[in-house]
């Protein structure tokens, strides 16, 4: 059986982080939601998303295919009502498809406002992402659930005995190194995947975890519900911050209630703002209605898409929204929203040209040896530029 994770309008609200991926390949907890629910179903999984982004992530059609919302976080009850679906059935919360399976002329015409066979309702409440901020906001409680879906059953590798750690829930794979370090897990759990490196001094809180071969340099202070992706570098104070990964804040400063993509960079020094001064409700720029949105929140940073940085001293006020392939920098605060491909800062924005911006794509993309910036990359990008242009209003 086939196991298709698909885009639904959530694709459209998690604007600008969904720009570059599908929905389902959005990092929440320790895994991203694709990784999840191949895990809990030991299947492989592909996608069925925009058609700019098939050609890195296409779907893979069968005899037998189970399609599953890409928004939506396995759980036991949800695994077992999408498992327990027949050819022909379709899963749905309200007006909200979860799953349907179809096999392969059905799974040729799949439309997630398609007519299905049966409809058969789901009334449990589950773990979905449909706005940006949702992912610090949800990260606590999908870091406590992929802790025990990867360490189940399983015994840590032993660290070094000058670190400290205070309480159970910990669990290092072979290859973590960590010295002279604290990890207080009385609040949640704490995850050192394989070759991930934790320096001197740092502290750290949990829920937390840090996938392979990432880094956490010396005198970090780190709080909980934070995840730092692979092959990312921290540094500073960070706290409920999801970082997708191939990103780096290595230096002093403040990052919280945030959420950044892959192949960001923070300058030193930069901090975002996640409380504002009169304590109000915190609202962040929706893409959809091209205005600013109320969250609901009273914490909420920094939102970063893929391909964005900012230069050292960057300040980021509360609830704010950069996007793709942005270059910010500059004294003062920027404005609030930073359209895809700006280049600036307080004094102003400009178009960060297209060609400009894959040169310095392609020099940070040859910083990994794992990873190529292929011409299915480029085309991605310049798919981004093309649809976000009508955005830039400089």
Not at 196 to 209: D, K, L, M, N, S
Not at 247 to 273: F, P, Q, R
Request: charged fraction near 20%; aromatic fraction near 12%; hydrophobic fraction near 40%.
């Amino acid at each position: 059986m086939s196991i298709i994770l698909f885009d639904d309008n959530a694709h459209l609200t998690l604007l600008p982080l969904t720009y570059t991926r599908p929905v389902a390949d959005l990092r929440i907890g320790i895994l991203t939601i694709a990784e999840k629910w191949a895990r809990h179903l030991n299947q492989e999984h592909s996608f069925y998303t925009r058609d700019y982004l098939q050609t890195k992530f296409p779907a893979k059609i069968e005899d037998d295919n189970l399609f599953i919302n890409g928004a939506v976080s396995p759980d036991e009850n949800l695994i077992e009502a999408v498992q327990s679906l027949h050819t022909g059935q379709a899963l749905k919360y309200n007006e909200q498809l979860l799953a349907v399976r179809l096999n392969q002329a059905a799974a040729d015409s799949f439309s997630v406002d398609g007519t299905f066979n049966e409809v058969i309702s789901y009334a449990n409440l589950f773990v979905s992402i449909r706005y940006p901020e949702d992912i610090f906001r949800k990260n606590d409680i999908e870091l406590r659930k992929d802790f025990q879906l990867i360490t189940k059953g399983r015994t840590s590798a032993t660290i070094s005995a000058t670190n400290v750690i205070i309480g159970n829930d910990f669990f290092a794979e072979e290859g973590a190194l960590a010295e002279c370090s604290s990890f207080n897990t009385t609040n949640g759990p704490i995850y050192l995947a394989a070759d991930t490196q934790v320096w001197e001094g740092t502290h750290i809180r949990g829920p937390f975890a840090i996938c392979e071969h990432s880094r956490i340099k010396m005198g970090a202070k780190i709080y909980g519900g934070t995840t730092i992706g692979p092959y990312s570098t921290i540094g500073g104070e960070v706290n409920n911050a999801v970082i997708w990964g191939y990103s780096a804040k290595g230096h002093e400063g403040y990052l919280g209630n945030s959420v950044l993509g892959e192949w960001c960079n923070i300058g030193a020094d930069s901090n975002n703002s996640n409380l504002k001064n009169n304590y109000a409700e915190v609202r962040l720029w929706d893409y959809t209605t091209q205005r600013f949105r109320k969250t609901g929140l009273q914490f909420c940073g920094l939102i970063m898409a893929d391909h964005a940085k900012c230069g050292i001293n960057t300040m980021f006020n509360t609830g704010s929204v950069v996007g793709v392939g942005a270059n910010v920098f500059g004294a003062g605060f920027p404005r609030n929203f930073i359209a895809d491909f700006a280049w600036g800062g307080a004094q102003g924005f400009e178009v960060y040209g297209i060609n400009k911006m894959l040169e310095t794509a392609e020099r940070v993309f040859e910083r990994r040896e794992n990873r190529e910036f292929n011409e299915t990359e480029k085309d991605i990008i310049k798919k981004v530029f093309e649809i976000t242009e009508e955005y830039r209003r400089f």
